[in-house]
């Protein structure tokens, strides 16, 4: 077996682990032109057909997210040692996975008019069989921890002059209007690890360029991931790809998610009028206390930007939509420096169902000369 895949089976994504499942979408949504359907990438799709293949993934990292379980949690153990094929063998984690879907979107469909108000998380919440008695030490204990990550959203009454202000504030603490404006391409250069890595820091290079786009290459041993917005297109190519040697076009909340994470880099001045409505409120992010926007825009999942006291964003959260339910993709910014006369985050913490990696920047070049190619679609990548 090539060591490569190996390697991708233990350190790469949990969203692999289960992706022979099938699910049931109690959404109406159309998947875009040209975006490749899971069942004609994955073997054994049974219950559902017409989703696109990176709504698929993030589906099995709700799973993987709901009940902790890795790939060998679900799949056959020859998930390890032989080809992909063997995601495709039917287990009994398998079939119960099957029928716990069907029963999820029966629920939704008959009590909530079909939208997803019941996840796999619901009832599992990270357990890998959900809890039917009463836990005493909880209800007489110290309550739970809130989840950060929830939609959920409790708002101050809405006030237009406060959201433009903790804009301003934002760019302000960045270096003021016209410092971000000067601002129209960067390369960065670090250092990525993560599971994928078996948590080793392997070279990362970062392009951006106004108003949004943006690449990102991880260097790993077996191959480079590429991830490319070209301001429209969300492409993946990688050695962990859902096929080996296979280019994934990213729909729904990745494409919108990819435009803010790019805008954040190079644009942040463009973030407000990418949403048509805002919303603010208060919590604690690391004991500190923060200011929340949550923005929303008609056929979009929302996001939520986390600012501190300084006015410097320290967190965004943002999700997918998926057949099961919507997951998180969260960003913890840390190590502002100024590079140019705009305060950069030197080091940042992507967290999301299928994968946990920090970013550790090194160098920054600012409106630096980022040509178009950098933002092609990339070739499917040949493992080393």
Request: proline share 6%; with cysteine; glycine share 6%.
């Amino acid at each position: 077996m090539n060591v490569g895949w190996r390697r991708a089976i233990w350190g790469a994504t949990a969203a692999l682990c289960v992706c022979a499942l099938s699910v049931v979408s109690v959404r109406s949504q159309a998947a875009p032109p040209g975006a490749e359907m899971a069942e004609t990438v994955f073997q054994n799709v049974q219950v559902l057909k017409g989703i696109p293949v990176d709504e698929f993934m993030d589906t099995m990292g709700m799973f993987a997210a709901a009940t902790t379980k890795d790939c060998t949690g679900c799949h056959s153990p020859q998930v390890l040692t032989d080809s992909r094929d063997a995601f495709a063998v039917v287990t009994p984690m398998i079939q119960r996975a099957r029928q716990m879907v069907v029963m999820m979107n029966t629920i939704n469909r008959t009590y909530f008019g079909g939208e997803t108000r019941v996840t796999c998380y619901t009832c599992h919440a990270a357990k890998d069989i959900p809890e039917w008695v009463p836990n005493l030490e909880i209800q007489y204990g110290t309550p739970p921890l809130p989840n950060p990550d929830t939609l959920r959203f409790v708002s101050f009454p809405d006030d237009a002059d406060q959201v433009n202000e903790l804009f301003a504030s934002y760019i302000q603490a960045l270096g003021g209007a016209q410092a971000v404006a000067g601002m129209t391409s960067l390369v960065a250069r670090g250092t990525y690890s993560g599971w994928d890595t078996s948590r080793s820091p392997v070279p990362v290079e970062i392009f951006a360029r106004a108003p949004g786009q943006m690449t990102t290459l991880v260097e790993r041993t077996e191959g480079t991931n590429s991830y490319v917005f070209d301001g429209t297109n969300f492409w993946f190519a990688g050695v962990d790809a859902a096929v080996p040697n296979y280019t994934l076009t990213y729909t729904g909340g990745n494409l919108s998610g990819a435009r803010v994470d790019s805008q954040v880099l190079v644009a942040p001045s463009l973030i407000q009028a990418s949403y048509d409505s805002w919303q603010v409120s208060e919590d604690f992010v690391n004991d500190e206390l923060v200011t929340i926007l949550q923005g929303t825009k008609e056929g979009e999942t929302p996001v939520n930007l986390f600012f501190n006291e300084a006015g410097l964003l320290v967190r965004l959260i943002r999700w997918a939509d998926t057949s099961v339910g919507p997951v998180p993709t969260q960003f913890d910014f840390s190590d502002y420096r100024a590079v140019s006369g705009v305060q950069r985050p030197y080091r940042w913490v992507k967290s999301w169902t299928n994968n946990q990696a920090t970013f550790v920047i090194e160098e920054y070049q600012m409106n630096a000369a980022v040509p178009d190619a950098r933002f092609a679609r990339p070739e499917p990548v040949a493992l080393r």
